[in-house]
């Protein structure tokens, strides 16, 4: 048990070390000569992260399934926005609606929050206990259902069970 | 010579979006609204640009960087929208109606 959660840790390490001297081979472009004033960097960044960011679990499989279904939405939401901005009769219903949110509070919720921001016809406007307030830009559009699928995505990224219910339509 | 063809399709169509999200910025009734625009056209703009640049580059470290710039454009602006219209709703500014 014990042994375990050392394991944990020095996995935690390892990983948290690793991803920064990552993001500091790609800042310098790999300039060998930068190493000398890396190492101290990466190290005190693993230190402070470790201080900092509570342990977590991110699926790898599920991170590799987000990163094309972001894309794809994403690319979705620039032409929804961009064909209404460019259309002569301007179409667009905004409505605010309150969406309950079942994901933990924490990275989980930041995750979502941004998201919704991102994909299309959607924009987080408030966050508290009770739920997320979207601005939505075609009240015409399914939009619980689209939150639902969102939110068991995030809920999927950080290995979270989560039963998907999306029945309540609460559109106001 | 095709990867120039390529690249010069990817910064056009970055420059597409970002056109449009002016446009959205512009035509758009409320804070709510314009920030729409904002955040998507713009983001995707700016990937494809990203994506023409990295192409030009050449280099996979260019690209990382580049990419890693995309990512944090992409955070910072999800989270201002999101602060903006927050803000706006707590001062009391309805969404507009049609």
Redesign the interface.
Known sequence: MARQVMINRLFMLLSRTAMFAVLWWLLTEGQPGSWGLGVPAVLLATLVSLLLVPRMTISIPALLRFIPFFLRHSLEGGMDVAGRALHSRLPITPVLVDYPLKLPEGLPRVVMINMVSLLPGTLSVEIDNDGLRVHVLDGNSDITVRLGILECRVAELFALAMTPTVSDHSLT | MLTDYLALLLLISGG??FL??T??LL??P?V??R???L???D???L?FVMAGLAIQSG?W??A??LF?IWLLV??A???V??LI??RA?QRGIT????
């Open positions: 597409f979006f449009a999200g446009v959205g035509r758009f409320d709510y609204t920030l729409h625009a955040t998507k056209a983001n995707v703009g990937g280099s470290l260019v990382g960087k890693l992409l955070l602006g999800a989270s929208a999101h219209a927050r709703l969404p507009w109606q049609r």
